[in-house]
């Protein structure tokens, strides 16, 4: 814990340090890398402004919708596959085959199926997220040990007590390092949506800023987002972390 | 008068299209309190007959009867069980995996704890009660199973190979041990084992399996005094016995 925050402390220090000196001794043109302290000062800004609040919103919005949306959807796909394994032999091939096609190539056949707005915003964020999703909850059914559920039998468990007592709890770390990553190929999704086509969202508006120059907004835009994810998949490794604690020996034991 | 009654049990598999007979008329009766081992080779069916007396899984022909009662269904308030791996649940305590039988009957949380408290210690883990799995040895592990096993209070104990993934110092330990135990709660114990060392110095009666289709070739009443001490081992009577078996599982069947 400590060599990581370490790590990160000397990635923080050397980033910020290096753009502090770039400005300071006239390293990269002015116009291209403005003071951090400016930058911070715009982000500042930002925070007391109602028209970007409501575009962090709305991009918010849309990332959760997708993801509450592609959630359970791909957990449940992932469960009956994994459940049903004759099922597996013929879909999980074409999951793999989904999976290594970059998505992005995509997305103007979404905007020309449901438009440029929301639903194609959010159906883009949910494509994203749920095969990575499906593909962990799949892995999570089939590590169970099936001697742990012949064990659970012999003790008279019922089959809901199997399930919530053996299943639930075994599949948990995947199920959260799938949601984990399905999270932030949400966002991905999302932001590249808005970032292509869109009136609205913190995607377009860094890409309008980049577009035009506006290099203090666009750093302090970015600035914002990475802190937003950082902050967001920190919080559910964390989860994850706490509830792997109990694993290390799950396949060995 | 017998615990286990089973009777002309066959067990058919279906593997591609060819049909697989795993056992064969396999008979035979166990005596409540006994230590009895059945040996035999690999792959000969051990495992299916222990899954049919554990209730897991049907008979094609036959039956398997515990105190008469046909066994179609885990009767976990008769039969315990050990597998040889101690699947033990990874995000659970000892003493939790332990109590998890009970837990699943939703007994009383403080009548639990008192009990399998006890039963830690029985099997020597009172001071490891509150360690997970992955803190525990292989050996300690496989003693939260027995304890485990025995939560129920059942009067038979199956045993599927509980010592075959330790190495041999432990498991001499763990079977020693495992005597005392069950002189200790007077339980039935039905051991899968295909070592015939452990076989004769911990049972009462070994039963002889043949290579697949498994069925009963043979039944050695075992009658060195208890308890018995690990020196009997290197004994000439011991041999004899190991000698016999060892013909009876390599001579070939008709």
């Not at chain 1, 300071?24 to 715009?42: E, G, K, N, T, Y």
């Not at chain 1, 019922?158 to 949400?186: D, E, F, K, N, S």
Request: with cysteine; glycine share 8%.
């Amino acid at each position: 814990m400590g060599a990581a925050l370490a790590g990160h402390l000397i990635f923080a220090a050397l980033l910020f340090g290096g753009w502090e000196l770039a400005v300071r001794f006239a390293l990269v043109d002015a116009s291209l890398l403005p003071p951090l302290p400016q930058v911070c000062a715009i982000l500042w800004g930002f925070l007391h402004d109602g028209a970007f609040i409501g575009d962090l919103e709305l991009t918010a919005t849309e990332v959760a919708v997708a993801f509450l949306i592609a959630a359970p959807l791909a957990i449940s796909s992932g469960f009956l596959l994994g459940e049903r394994l004759h099922l597996a032999a013929t879909f999980n091939p074409v999951v793999h085959l989904v999976l290594a096609v970059p998505q992005s190539i995509f997305l103007p056949v979404f905007i020309l199926a449901f438009g440029i707005g929301f639903l194609e915003k959010v159906l883009f964020g949910i494509t994203h997220a749920y095969f990575i999703i499906l593909v962990n909850s799949f892995a999570a059914v089939t590590s169970i040990p099936p001697a742990l559920v012949a064990a659970a039998r012999v003790f008279g468990a019922t089959r809901v007590q199997v399930y919530t007592r053996i299943y639930l709890p075994a599949m948990l770390p995947l199920i959260l390092t799938g949601l984990r990553l399905g999270m932030i190929l949400c966002i991905i999704g999302v932001l590249l949506a808005e970032m292509y086509a869109s009136r609205r969202g913190i995607g377009r508006l860094i890409f309008g800023w980049g577009e035009s120059y506006q290099i203090p907004e666009l750093l302090a835009g970015i600035l914002l987002v990475s802190i937003l994810t950082i902050i967001v998949n920190e919080a559910m490794r964390l989860l994850e972390l706490r509830v792997a604690r109990f694993y290390r020996s799950a396949a060995g034991s | 008068m017998p615990i286990i009654e089973v009777t002309g049990l066959a067990k058919d598999f279906r593997s591609g299209g060819a049909v697989v007979h795993a056992l064969r008329d396999v008979t035979f009766s166990v005596d409540e309190g006994r230590f009895v081992t059945l040996v035999g080779p690999s792959g000969c069916g051990k495992s299916t007959l222990l899954a049919i007396m554990a209730g897991l899984t049907s008979a094609t022909r036959g039956e398997a009867r515990i105190e008469g009662t046909p066994i179609t269904a885990p009767l976990p308030d008769k039969i315990g069980m050990v597998f040889q791996d101690p699947t033990l649940l990874p995000w659970k305590s000892a003493l939790a995996n332990v109590e998890f039988p009970l837990a699943l009957r939703h007994v009383d949380a403080t009548a639990r704890r008192k009990r399998c408290t006890q039963l830690l210690d029985l099997v020597g883990l009172s001071e490891f009660a509150d360690h997970y799995p992955h803190e525990l040895s292989g050996g300690m592990r496989q003693r939260v199973a027995i304890a485990r096993g025995l939560a129920q209070d059942p009067r038979l104990i199956l045993m599927d190979e509980p010592f075959a993934a330790l190495d041999e110092q432990i498991r001499t330990r763990m079977g020693h041990d495992l005597l005392e135990i069950w002189e200790r709660t007077g339980k039935t114990i039905f051991f899968i084992t295909h070592s015939l060392t452990e076989a004769i110095y911990l049972s009462d009666t070994v039963l002889v399996m043949s290579a697949r289709p498994g069925s009963i070739i043979g039944t050695l009443t075992i009658d060195f005094p208890r308890p018995r001490d690990l020196d009997i081992i290197g004994s000439e009577s011991f041999g004899r016995i190991r000698n016999r078996i060892w013909h009876l599982i390599s001579e070939p069947q008709k």
